[in-house]
Nanobody, 114 residues
Framework: QVQFVESGGGLVQPGGSLRLSCAAS????????LAWYRQAPGKQRELVAQIVNDGSTNYADSVKGRSTISRDNAKNTLYLQMNSLKPDDTAVYYC????????WGQGTQVTVSS
């Protein structure tokens, strides 16, 4: 089973940007849909964005217009570019297949604060 390792999080001021990366332990070429999820303190894990193997994408309303999901099948890596970050974006971000599996990584912490 493919495992995922997320990176790229950090502390950023409101309005700032971050690019999250997710390295897979195996090929992602044959994974039809990949996704980013996030979990804020005290809240359930939620879907942020998803990308199909043909490049089509879908975003949660909360990040639509501010985020771009992409995948590089040759590098077995998934990305999430996040712009105009808001304090409400503070969460641990995870990547996984869609629908989600139990193969969660450790996530990467994104904190948006002045």
């Amino acid at each position: 089973q493919v495992q995922f390792v997320e990176s790229g999080g950090g502390l950023v001021q409101p309005g700032g940007s971050l690019r999250l990366s997710c390295a897979a332990s195996g090929t992602i070429f044959n994974i039809y849909v990949l996704a980013w999820y996030r979990q804020a303190p005290g809240k359930q894990r939620e879907l942020v964005a998803q990308i199909v193997n043909d490049g089509s994408t879908n975003y949660a309303d909360s990040v639509k217009g501010r985020s771009t999901i992409s995948r590089d099948n040759a590098k077995n890596t998934l990305y999430l570019q996040m712009n105009s970050l808001k304090p409400d974006d503070t969460a641990v971000y995870y990547c996984n297949k869609f629908p989600r599996t139990q193969a969660w990584g450790q996530g990467t912490q994104v904190t948006v604060s002045s």
